[in-house]
DNA sequence: GTATCGTACAACCAAATGGTTGTAGATCAG
DNA sequence: CTGATCTACAACCATTTGGTTGTACGATAC
């Protein structure tokens, strides 16, 4: 994953609608309209967040008739999750280093 | 911790040059100038990436004479790491309950 | 065929972001 | 005391973001 990539997925989470978004589709199919209807905003503005989690690959679309089906996408989850347990691995190796030292001193 | 909470962590960690900031400072501790001279970046810039990372609770900041120093914060860091835990762990139930219902019909 | 629904996208706007330079206050070195 | 260093912060700028309304087009219903 480029940084570029990261930044996307992150930025995905980084707002609430977004994350709600998330959470039910990741619980049950929706449409882009059934999503806005949910939402104090226009179909517009949740259509773009929509957009916006597509690019991240946090979701994915399918048409279906004239609507298109929202999905999470597990995949930009569990890379998303995966970063974030490489900066967890890191700092365990630090807190072991330095549990090292004062074993040594 | 509030929806303002979690959309900060998520936005600190949205940009290429704060996470590797992160990175360094959970192995070492920097001054926040020993910082700015990493990046091709005026000081300021990095002054304020890490103020974000330090709203966002995943850095502490220490003064010692006319240095800062810049610590990880682990606190922040697992936090985010257990958000994204909940996600999939929504995931998996949602995996199991297809699976039983692929078992009952 | 016509009206309606669901979607996409453009144009616009205010506010936030990520960068800059410049200024000013502490702290340290000589 | 003087000068250099480290930090903070204001002011500014271009771009992005999160929202709006309006338009257009394919699919569905009647």
């Given amino acids: ?59 994915t679309k399918e048409k279906r008739g004239r609507e298109q089906i929202v999905r999470g996408n597990h995949e930009g989850l569990a890379k998303a999750r995966r970063l974030l347990d490489e900066y967890e691995t890191i700092w365990r190796q630090r807190a072991e280093r330095i549990a090292d030292i004062l074993a040594e001193g």
């Fill in 1 to 59: 994953m480029s940084d570029a990539d990261v930044d996307r997925l992150f930025q995905a989470f980084a707002d609430a609608t977004r994350r709600d978004i998330v959470r039910r589709v990741t619980v049950a199919e929706y449409s882009v309209s059934g999503l806005a209807a949910l939402y104090a905003m226009s179909f517009a503005a949740v259509q773009k967040h929509v957009a916006v989690l597509e690019r991240a690959s946090l979701v």
